[in-house]
């Protein structure tokens, strides 16, 4: 008996490592039961259907030609009126739908925040497993920098971020239509993201004409300056020392600052790139209590409308 329990405790945690490497695995598409469609159309010359993977531990999907919003609503009675839409990560080709998401929004919802999981649309990639782990690891070395410190990595082409907007902006316009049944307080409702869901923030930010955010949470995305709108949100700003992204970067926080807009930076000495809400061991693991503290400290998460 004690043989078959010391072989079933190391088959599990077989099980668990093989899971938490990154190796990519083969995931058959989970339930998303509260999931809402935007109808904002589909994707053109997408040769794959919707399909899912796991790595590092994370459900993730990729070839996402419709897009979708799943709310994450407090407990009834522990709502606070405040709310934030949630942007995963994953280069506009794949999303992070777990750390990055899910996660995420049942955090927010734990401390009275009504959160809402935008799975946007992406650009294709291919449709067997092998030939999007190559796509992958060529994305990733175009944004890794040199080891020669002096020499400054090529930048990729700006992707065609359309599609993404229309689906933020519908996600935006559907939770204001129905802010009562949520119990939203449409003066404070706000976006975070992560990577490349940072990247949309910010791209919402810069151009949307449909949404009124109230402020922005870019985390561990881009740190180059940009032209900040004169309405421009509070934003709070995350990213570790040793993230690919940062590069030594201030270019978004100048811009904030120098245009007399409110701006949180959190710079922390390590947590490398995708964290989501923390990994072992990391300077970086205490940024979502400091994200809701910058909320609290700023109003936002007042029960009573703000002056």
Known sequence: MRKQ???????????????????????????EPNAILLNTGKVENQPAPESWFRQWGDPM???????????????PGQGNGAAVIVAPGGGFRWLSMGNEGWEVAQALADRGIAAFVLKYRLHPTPESLDAFKESMNRTFAAATPPSDPSKEAPRPPRPDLS?????????????????????????????????????LTMHCTLNSKVMELDFIGPIYGGMGPVEVPKNAPPMFNVIASDDFLFRGQFGVIDSWFKAGRPVEFHLYQNGGHGFGLG?????????????????EVNNFLNVKPRK
Do not use: C, H
């Not at 990154?22 to 989970?30: C, E, H, K, R, V």
């Not at 999907?61 to 407990?75: H, V």
């Not at 990994?279 to 909320?295: A, C, E, V």
């Open 61 to 75: 999907a990729r070839n996402i030609s419709t897009a979708t919003l799943t709310p994450f609503l407090p407990k």
């Open 5 to 31: 329990i010391l072989l079933l405790l190391m088959v599990t945690l077989s099980i668990v490592v093989k899971a938490q490497d990154g190796t990519i695995y083969p995931l058959q598409a989970p339930p």
């Open 163 to 199: 599609n993404q907007l229309k689906d933020a902006e519908a996600a935006y316009t559907m939770i204001v239509s129905r802010a009562k049944e949520w119990g939203v307080d449409t003066a404070r409702l706000g976006m975070i993201g992560f990577s490349a869901g940072a990247g």
């Open 279 to 295: 990994n072992p061991d990391r300077t970086s693991n205490r940024w979502f209590d400091s994200f809701i503290y910058w909320l």
